[in-house]
């Protein structure tokens, strides 16, 4: 915004003391750049250390991100089943969705009534990829996610089952950020399976049963075994009760 | 010239040994036919193999994740192979191939897989089978050897899918098959960290922190307190053979099985198939194997399964019950011969008797006197099995606190004490049936304890007298005739 315009001397005072202008806004408070319409967290930088090690233990920076405050609503589905008629569920194509997709909603356009604002499921890692690109935004990679919902600290926590959903990191804890209580797909959520999918179903990371114990960065983080664990056993075309996703975009 | 050295070449070919299959593979039989396997839900087991081939044999698991009972009030989230915690038992013979098909239910929060000790392969069958929820998987193995082994779910993180109740064990016979005894059954013995203490009713959690401690709250046989107890105690007739096929899940903790008043006849050391020991009082099961016992019902009566470690069967509910059923054998074992008077004129030294640890908060205090014998006589006779609190242990001995049993009728109470107290009995509204000794106490102990009781834990009751013993003994001994005049 130019503010050299042409005032009357005597209101140039009065001028001076406007704000600044909203590029320099952005720049001193970047939590602003992500929208509160979209209902977006600003997820500062942070750390990653990936949960099963491989030669030496590494930490891999996280760039900030504007991260959906809750996963993507059967509301919200809705509305882009409607613009996207292939993602409809009469007329998916089966390689991009199994038979389950959207096996709770009532038909094609109709979710559970009394579940608009919950996290829609049955959903395929396509259906979510697809989904979130629509948005002018992209799933979150497995180290945004961790970095955002996968605290350690919590997951020592007596009943790790309720913390291995996601526990949001301790800078985000006043935030918005919601956990629902499902699991959710990630860009890359076969990453920790390092020898991938065989024919002969020889495919998963051996060292991912008993073994892992050795190869854990902490052994005793159970919530964590079972996030990874879960997300081994994923194929894109699933599309499960409890598994979910919401999306992502870097931070501007 | 030429042709002798190369037909002297040809000889030595034909001659030499062929130097073909390698001595270290395992041979394997020709598989014939194919049936579905055969399964049956604790404790009973399914009957022995009789076919004499090896066949293809299509085995069905599903896991489910669902709340089921845990002990008497108190719910816990199993994960199962099939309905229950242990899985059902699986009988199959050497040499056959297992097809198995793992299913993990769509309603199921985490993914599963199944380790097959019986198996030879990566993971037992955890690669294989390892599947998500809403999905199954299939894989096929040869029982290459015979023993009894365990089978359960190895998904990281292993030790929570265990404690879960993820297990269950599978025979698997020699080709010859196994001695016939007339009752076989099994018991997985299991442990589960819950957040709660035992017995705490309600909704129970695994607990991670006691678990990395190996510090469970239940220590339990076939998945639950009690599950051999009462109705569901073993059953046999006198004069039977009788093999008990033990697993151990663990999983932390050896088990020491020993079963009260019996001595193991054989004992086939960690499910292997040499019956390798005889005269056995107590064996060991390790955490993730398994062992087979066989005896002979000689004597009638009820019998305790214990694990040996006492606290556990006490404590965290590692009890359950064999009941023998037939004639009395007088010339094995003849029970209470006599009983009289025993006073040797000489006195003991104690160390004094601390008060006992002060109650639970809503049990009102004890009311003791210094040199109290009633109060003497509780603490050291009776808070093993009616604790110091006397809530007793649930599903296992009643609760002296607020009975309604002792406020009702003062004489049955006393019977208790002069004869003991074995089969069913109902306290405050719940059914025990179990069997509390005969302590052998004077007429002037059990007033002094029963006075004690009566005046404390709650209950409001008039004290006791030896003159109120004397009369019940009276009433006793009318009622039957002495021990000595009994046919024996």
Same mark, same amino acid.
């Given at each position: ?40 967290? @600003? ?52 390689? @991009?969705?199994? /038979? ?17 604002? /919950? ?13 979130? /690109? ?52 990630? /860009? *890359? ?15 998963? *990371?051996?060292?991912? @049963? ?27 075309? @699933? ?14 | ?18 130097? &073909? ?5 395992? $041979? ?75 299913? #993990? ?54 030790? +929570? ?40 009713? &309600?909704?129970?959690?695994?607990? +991670? ?160 006197? $210094? ?26 001995? $009643? ?29 405050? &509204? ?6 509390? $000794? #005969? ?35 009276? +009433? ?13």
């Amino acid at each position: 915004m130019n503010r050299h315009v042409a005032v009357p001397g005597l209101l140039l005072g009065a001028f001076a003391s406007l704000p600044l202008s909203r590029a320099e806004n952005a720049a001193t408070t970047p939590a602003a750049a992500c929208s509160t319409e979209r209902h977006e967290v @600003f997820v500062p930088a942070g750390r990653y250390e990936p949960f099963y090690k491989r030669a030496e233990r590494r930490v891999m920076p996280v760039a900030p991100m504007c991260l959906a405050a809750a996963p993507v609503t059967n509301a919200q589905y809705l509305e882009f089943v409607r613009g996207h008629p292939q993602w409809r569920r009469s007329r998916v194509t089966r390689v @991009f969705a199994e /038979e389950t997709y959207l096996a709770n909603w009532r038909d094609d356009l109709t979710p559970p009534p009394e579940s608009l604002s /919950e996290p829609v499921t049955f959903v395929s890692w396509f259906a979510a990829d697809d989904y979130c /690109e629509s948005q002018g935004a992209r799933l979150p990679k497995v180290s945004e996610w961790e970095r955002a919902a996968g605290r350690q600290a919590a997951a020592r926590a007596s009943t790790p089952f309720a913390m291995a959903m996601g526990s949001p990191a301790a800078d985000l804890e006043r935030t918005p950020l919601q956990l629902k209580g499902i699991w959710e797909w990630t /860009e *890359d959520f076969n990453s920790a399976v390092v020898s991938g999918r065989a024919s002969g179903a020889q495919g998963t *990371d051996p060292s991912l @049963f008993c073994g892992d114990g050795f190869r854990a960065v902490d052994a005793s983080d159970y919530a964590a075994f079972l996030r990874y664990s879960f997300r081994s056993s994923l194929h894109a075309d @699933f599309t499960l009760k409890n598994l979910g996703f919401r999306c992502t975009r870097e931070a501007p | 010239m030429k042709p002798f050295p190369l037909l002297a070449l040809a000889s030595l070919c034909c001659i030499a040994p062929v130097h &073909g299959a390698s001595q270290s593979s395992t $041979p394997v039989e020709e598989i014939r036919g194919e049936e579905r396997a055969a399964m049956t839900s604790a404790p009973f087991v399914p009957p022995p193999i009789t076919r004499r081939y090896a066949t293809k044999v299509l085995l069905d698991l599903e896991v489910k994740e669902h709340t089921k009972q845990l002990a008497d009030g108190v719910n816990y989230t199993y994960w199962t192979f099939g309905d229950d915690a242990p899985g059902k038992f699986i009988r199959i013979r050497e040499g056959d191939l297992v097809q198995t098909r793992l299913s #993990n239910h769509p309603d199921n929060t985490v993914s599963h897989n199944v380790d097959f000790h019986a198996a030879t392969g990566p993971g037992g069958g955890g690669e294989a089978s390892f599947v998500a929820p809403g999905h199954s998987a299939t894989f096929t193995w040869r029982a290459m050897r015979p023993g009894l082994f365990l089978y359960h779910c190895v998904a990281a993180p292993a030790g +929570l899918h265990l404690a879960n109740g993820m297990y269950g064990l599978i025979l698997v016979e020699p080709k010859q098959g196994l001695p016939k005894v007339d009752r076989e059954f099994f018991i997985v013995q299991g442990e589960f960290y819950t957040d709660g203490a035992y017995g705490e009713p &309600g909704d129970q959690h695994f607990d +991670l922190n006691k678990a990395i401690h190996e510090e469970p709250e239940y220590v339990v046989f076939n998945g639950r307190v009690g599950a051999l107890m009462g109705e569901n105690a073993l059953r046999a007739k006198t004069g039977e053979s009788v093999r008990i096929y033990l697993g151990n899940a663990g999983p932390s903790l050896v088990s020491s099985f020993h079963i009260v008043g019996e001595i193991f006849d054989s004992v086939y050391g960690e499910g292997g198939t040499v019956a390798n020991q005889h005269n056995v009082q107590t064996t060991i099961v390790p955490v993730g194997g398994s062992a087979m016992v066989e005896m002979v019902a000689d004597v009638a009566g009820s019998y305790q399964l214990v694990d040996h470690s006492m606290f556990r069967a006490f404590n965290k509910g590692a009890m359950g019950a064999l009941q023998i059923e037939g004639a009395n054998r007088p010339e094995l074992f003849s029970g209470r011969q006599a009983e009289e008077i025993f006073n040797p004129g000489t006195h003991l030294q104690r160390v004094a008797m601390v008060a006992s640890t002060p109650p639970a908060p809503a049990a009102p205090a004890q009311k003791s006197a $210094p040199g109290d014998r009633g109060h003497e006589l509780y603490s050291t006779i009776c808070t093993a099995c009616h604790q110091p609190d006397g809530r007793g242990m649930q599903g296992t001995f $009643p609760p002296l606190a607020q009975s309604d049993f002792l406020a009702k009728d003062v004489d049955a109470a006393i019977r208790v004490l002069i004869e003991g107290r074995q089969g069913p009995i109902t306290v405050n &509204g719940k059914a025990y049936d179990g069997a509390m $000794p #005969n302590f052998s106490l004077v007429d002037e102990d059990i007033a002094a304890v029963l006075s004690y009781v009566r005046r404390n834990f709650g209950n409001s009751g008039a004290t006791v007298t030896p003159a109120d013993v004397r009369r019940v003994r009276g +009433l006793l001994a009318q009622a039957s005739p002495p021990p000595e005049e009994q046919p024996q």
